[in-house]
């Protein structure tokens, strides 16, 4: 029996309420969806980009000490 036959065999085996917590763990390593930033995100990286290389940007430690 191969991997995918037991973990199938498994699950079937278990009671309804626990499916709920397989697939939000199966969700969960299989990481989130790839999503298209929108226009509005794209130019709002390239804007940061550009004011950080242009060293316009605060250090966290200096926002943490004020």
Same mark, same amino acid.
């Given at each position: 029996? /191969?991997? !995918? $036959?037991? &973990?199938?065999?498994?699950? /079937?085996? @278990?009671?309804? /309420?626990? @499916?709920? +917590?397989?697939? $939000? ?5 299989? +990481?989130?969806? =790839?999503?298209? *930033? *929108? ?6 990286? %390239? !804007? +940061? !980009?550009? =004011?950080? *290389?242009?060293?316009?940007? &605060?250090?966290?430690? /200096?926002? !943490?000490? %004020?």
């Amino acid at each position: 029996m /191969d991997i !995918r $036959e037991e &973990v199938n065999k498994a699950l /079937d085996a @278990l009671p309804e /309420d626990a @499916l709920e +917590g397989v697939l $939000e763990y199966i969700q969960f390593i299989t +990481g989130p969806p =790839e999503v298209e *930033s *929108s226009e509005e995100e794209r130019k709002a990286i %390239k !804007r +940061g !980009r550009e =004011e950080f *290389s242009r060293g316009e940007y &605060v250090n966290w430690e /200096d926002i !943490r000490r %004020k």
